[in-house]
């Protein structure tokens, strides 16, 4: 891989958030991102130069690598992950829902940086994602350990639908980004890693479980900074998160439900039970 150049002195960390989005490879993507986390950090450490939050211009779509082919979701080949080419699929899913959320998690800085928000705000997004960028390159090492890589398969195309939905609502985005699609992937990972440790496959264990981990505080994040607004504008949050997932999230909750991580996270089932087909949480 080609180092990544140094184009950080004097940026703000809005320009640095749109400089990840519009950077293409993904192995590129990811090394920037940690680059430009490593010096946030460091400026908030007091051990580097002031880095102003600053504004940006971040395109509505980030950047993206000539493969995988982005597909319908209805058009992307199922594959039984008994198999080894299914595994080889699921990793690979992995890998392209992690490479969306590096872009996720700048674009909320780059795109909302203009909204006064508390500095821990950017630290949160910063920090997921820069947890994501080692997430992807984890999915990557994974994929060439196993003949394959990220590319080779094609992949979703609706994933950044949500960011365009909610490009002009950041409380729209904290409902439907971090506590509606991250919050899903509490709920399906342990069962991702049943399947790796029945194929004896320790490398994609251990990096799903470094994952699952820290998913739970990019959740956290969410509902977090979705509670601060709701209390800055004296707003339900139960109420308002069910209005705004019911208007940016095209489709219903779908059980069974990883509660403990989602209580864990921030998510009582008052939140999520209600958007459900049945609309009820089931007793006992």
């Not at 640095?16 to 680059?35: C, F, I, Y």
């Not at 399906?188 to 739970?216: C, H, N, S, W």
């Not at 707003?235 to 509660?259: A, G, I, W």
Request: hydrophobic share 40%; net charge negative; with cysteine.
């Amino acid at each position: 891989m080609t180092d990544t150049p140094n184009s950080e002195a004097g940026m703000s960390l809005a320009e640095m958030a749109t400089e990840v989005l519009t950077t293409a490879d993904g192995r590129h993507k990811t090394a920037l991102s940690r680059q430009h986390a490593a010096r946030w950090f460091a400026y908030r450490r007091g051990e580097a130069g002031e880095i102003p939050v600053g504004t940006a211009n971040p395109p509505l779509r980030p950047a993206r690598p000539e493969k995988p082919e982005l597909l319908d979701p209805r058009d992307v080949p199922k594959r039984k992950p008994g198999s080894e080419a299914g595994r080889i699929a699921l990793l690979h899913a992995v890998a392209h829902i992690e490479l969306n959320a590096v872009d996720l998690h700048w674009d909320i800085i780059a795109r909302f940086s203009h909204v006064p928000m508390p500095i821990g705000f950017f630290d949160d997004w910063v920090k997921a994602a820069d947890e994501e960028s080692k997430h992807f390159n984890l999915m990557c090492d994974c994929l060439e350990s196993l003949g394959s890589h990220y590319g080779a398969l094609p992949a979703h195309a609706g994933m950044w639908r949500a960011a365009e939905d909610t490009a002009e609502d950041l409380m729209g985005r904290l409902a439907v980004v971090p506590m509606v699609l991250e919050a899903r992937g509490l709920d399906v990972t342990p069962g991702m890693i049943k399947i790796f440790r029945q194929a004896k496959l320790t490398q994609a264990v251990e990096a799903l479980e470094v994952i699952y981990k820290e998913e739970v505080g990019h959740v956290a994040y969410g509902s977090k900074w979705f509670h601060f607004l709701c209390g800055r504008e004296n707003l339900d949050p139960k109420d308002v998160f069910h209005d705004l997932v019911r208007t940016y999230f095209h489709s219903t909750l779908k059980p069974p439900f990883n509660e403990e991580k989602r209580a864990e996270a921030g998510l009582p089932p008052d939140f999520y039970w209600p958007l459900t087909d049945t609309g009820a949480q089931p007793a006992g």
